[in-house]
């Protein structure tokens, strides 16, 4: 079970006894220098808490070794401790006089410490009951928007069939259709961020690898042109032997949908971005994305999970993340380089993988 | 001494491997192509979603035979290898096959006829334990997918359904129980197939095979099998 966020509105210091560690910070008191410095130096403070993990009654009062009191209590299931006080009634002792004497804010009534303890178990247990329900309800959610979603773009596309209409009626049409598809796509990186396991699926569809790329380029061509950014694709295409591969079809297209959107998101406006497929030789191809954005302040691992690029249209940091999982998902690896300008970076994000 | 005694038993299992005749049979080479017009004519499609998908009525229209099943608790005409193609939804269908709805369909139809391709057609977020629906298909199509890419799909996966390798693979399956059975069946073929005599290739196919469990879709899977091959051997090159 995961640390709660809960444990923060504990009114005194607080220690997971799943995971023993220094006291963290109460909304009320803090973990005292005295306390971080004897955690650290002597074993004393930890064997205790181990003790407690095993032996404690919920809500009894213990006295730690230097007279501190010490509260186990059940966080909705998970053993905590709150701790770094003084009770009412003592529990006696020099130590407990001393420390009381250092510490006259960290006085409390064993009853209101009990109530406190009560109400933050039932606020996790309420906390993890919405996140169910939530769980629950999202996938439904999602499943309900694809559906409408499918209708518009499939409702669009019989439209279009329609020999008489006009490019007035004609062209907000396929806008409507492009973004219908991006949406898609977008859909599936949701898919794949809530299923990493889909990751591990098998390769099983023939594709023609620039045909699926220049699919791309073309839906995400408006939101370049509205952005005032050229998206160019090159390379081996209809002119030439097609490039086959070997790929998944639920994943695979993860991998140009992100970086083509990353490189919109960065790119500065009236600069290009060049999407390149290119056979290299009889069983090996590269699919590129060059582009030209602000300059990078610091080096970053551009494919960690939650790394953003720090500008305002930076996204969750989990797009690159993926594409990088669905490349080695298909035998390959996406490369970035980043090249400095004078006033501006130039990025190359590259991918070599089998073809025929 | 010891050393090179223990030798000798690898050194014949390598000199039997070397001389005996790999019996593997290669259908892939005789796998007939289709036109558009063709898959149309020959193939039968059934869609199991609760819902029913406007993609029927396009499909419908194109000229393709196309079922709609909202339930999937009745498989006798997948079980009868009527449908060579299966659109097959995750949520609401295959009640009756247990709790994970369309993946217990999923499974039971590939127990019954491993023979027919199984698109996994939904738009639902799956989660990890249900990530079979997508390793047990053949392959994936989005329910929100356009018309076209939706046909684009279709006729690849068709093609990929009257593919003689995969039939085969089926037949084996079904028919063959056993490895020594399965290298008897495989002996008998590749030497039907080499002398290229689709009368022997049949006669050899419904006396090693139809005897055992599965007996009438064998069958069908068999009538499947020559006529495609016949279609390869009478002209019609991939």
């Keep these: 079970m995961a640390a709660s966020p809960i444990k923060h509105l504990s009114p005194f210091p607080i220690v997971d006894l799943r995971n023993i560690a220094v006291p963290e910070d109460g909304c009320f008191v803090q973990t005292t220098e005295f306390c971080k410095r004897k955690f650290k130096e002597e074993t004393k403070c930890k064997a205790f808490y181990t003790e407690i993990a095993k032996t404690a009654i919920q809500q009894e009062i213990k006295q730690c070794p230097y007279g501190f009191a010490c509260m186990a209590f059940d966080l909705n299931g998970a053993p905590h401790a709150m701790t770094g006080f003084i009770p009412h009634p003592r529990l006696g002792g020099e130590a407990e006089q001393r420390r009381a004497k250092d510490n006259p804010h960290a006085k409390v009534a064993i009853e209101q410490l009990q109530k406190a303890s009560a109400k933050l178990s039932e606020a996790e247990k309420q906390r993890v009951e919405a996140l169910g329900s939530h769980a629950k309800n999202y996938p439904q959610a999602i499943h309900e928007i694809r559906k409408l979603n499918r209708n518009i773009k499939q409702e669009a596309e019989r439209i279009l069939t329609d020999p008489a209409l006009d490019s007035k009626h004609r062209n907000p049409l396929i806008t409507i259709q492009k973004s219908s598809e991006m949406m898609s796509y977008q859909f599936e990186i949701l898919d794949l961020l809530a299923n990493e396991t889909l990751a591990g699926l098998v390769l099983n569809t023939d594709s023609e690898i620039y045909r699926m790329v220049d699919k791309c380029v073309r839906i995400y061509e408006p939101l370049a042109i509205s952005k005032d950014i050229r998206l160019n694709l090159e390379g081996d295409g209809i002119n030439k032997a097609p490039i086959w591969s070997r790929v998944c079809d639920k994943t695979f297209p993860i991998i140009p949908t992100v970086l083509i959107e990353n490189a919109i998101k960065h790119s500065l406006p009236q600069t290009s971005i060049i999407v390149r497929v290119k056979r290299l030789n009889p069983t090996l191809a590269q699919f590129s994305i060059r582009s030209i954005g602000q300059r990078m302040t610091s080096v970053i691992d551009v494919f960690q999970k939650g790394v953003t690029g720090g500008t305002p249209s930076s996204g969750q940091g989990f797009g690159l993340y993926l594409a990088q999982l669905v490349a080695k998902q298909h035998g390959a690896e996406i490369e970035f380089a980043r090249i400095p300008g004078n006033e501006c970076d130039h990025y190359n994000f590259q991918m070599k993988m089998k073809c025929w | 001494m010891m050393r090179g005694l223990s030798f000798i038993p ?191 290739l049949e006669d050899t196919l419904r006396t090693k095979l139809s005897n055992n469990s599965g007996g009438e879709l064998v069958s069908k899977l068999i009538d499947k099998m020559i006529d495609l091959v016949g279609k390869y051997t009478s002209g019609t090159k991939p």
Aim: net charge positive.
């Design chain 2, 10 to 200: 690898f050194m014949l299992r390598f000199i039997k491997r070397l001389f005996t005749r790999k019996n593997h049979v290669d259908f892939s080479a005789y796998n007939p192509s289709f036109i558009r017009e063709e898959l149309i004519k020959r193939c039968r499609i059934v869609v199991i979603d609760d819902e029913r998908p406007a993609l029927i009525d396009d499909l419908s229209n194109q000229g393709f035979a196309v079922d709609h099943d909202g339930s999937g608790n009745d498989t006798t005409k997948i079980e009868k290898n009527l449908y060579d193609l299966i659109l097959l939804d995750f949520g609401g269908v295959g009640a009756r096959f247990g709790r994970d709805e369309g993946l217990s369909l999923l499974r039971h139809i590939k127990r019954v006829n491993p023979a027919t391709f199984i698109l996994a057609y939904t738009s639902k977020s799956l989660k990890s334990d249900q990530s079979d629906f997508y390793r047990l298909t053949d392959a994936t199509l989005q329910k929100d997918a356009g018309i076209a890419d939706s046909f684009a799909k279709i006729e690849s996966s068709l093609r990929e359904a009257l593919r003689v390798d995969r039939i085969w693979r089926a037949l084996v399956e079904i028919g063959a129980s056993g490895t020594g059975m399965k290298q008897e069946v495989e002996a008998s073929v590749q030497e039907a197939l080499r002398k290229r005599d689709i009368k022997l």
